[in-house]
């Protein structure tokens, strides 16, 4: 399997002296070739297909601009998913895509960690995406919150919607949901 991760995060994805790519080939009985001039990672699959997946995953997030800590939790927990959306789809230009990110983060970082907090996901904003992490239900409920951002609906408006839905996920897994 092969993917491309931006050449910045090649660093975050070795880690000081290796211990990043150990420890993943470590846990996932994987092995990771990392060309640090293209950005190209290969990833070669000792054992479990399933493991050499999640890894390919958990490398994505490390170059969508995930911390290793977040985007190991993608092999902790095997309900959580990676979610990229490109926000290229919806400017073309770069003062358009500065825009809708600025709209996502918010001042001071405040929406997206109010998305955060409500949806328990992990977001990250970079380059020309916003990824997530989380449990299936929850990344669809902060997707259509960023979808809501970028269609230009007011942040009062999208903080009403997570603040909803928020409360309609702690009922449903206090009656046994989820």
């Known amino acids: 399997m092969h993917i491309k991760i931006p050449g910045e995060r090649i660093g975050v994805l070795v880690g000081p002296s290796g211990s990043v790519k150990k420890m993943l080939e470590e ?5 990771l070739d ?7 990672v290969s990833i070669g699959s000792s054992g479990d297909p399933l493991q050499a997946m999640r890894l390919m995953d958990v490398v994505r997030a490390i170059g969508r601009g995930f911390s290793p800590e977040n985007a190991l939790s993608l092999l902790e927990d095997e309900i959580l998913m990676l979610d ?9 230009s770069k003062s358009g895509i500065d825009r809708i990110r600025g709209r ?3 001042k001071n970082g405040r929406t997206r960690e109010t998305m955060e907090r409500l949806t328990d996901c992990k977001v990250s904003v970079y380059g020309k995406t916003v990824s997530l992490i989380g449990n ?5 409920i902060a997707r259509n919150a960023i979808e809501m951002l970028v269609d230009g609906v007011p942040h009062g408006t999208v903080y009403g919607y997570l603040e909803k839905k928020s409360q309609e996920i702690v009922r449903s897994e206090l009656r046994g949901g989820f």
């Open 84 to 92: 990229v959306m490109d926000l290229s789809k919806a400017s073309s």
């Open 27 to 31: 846990r996932t009985g994987a092995g």
């Open 34 to 40: 990392i060309d640090s001039e293209t950005g190209a």
């Open 104 to 106: 996502i983060i918010g």
């Open 136 to 140: 299936p239900e929850h990344v669809k």
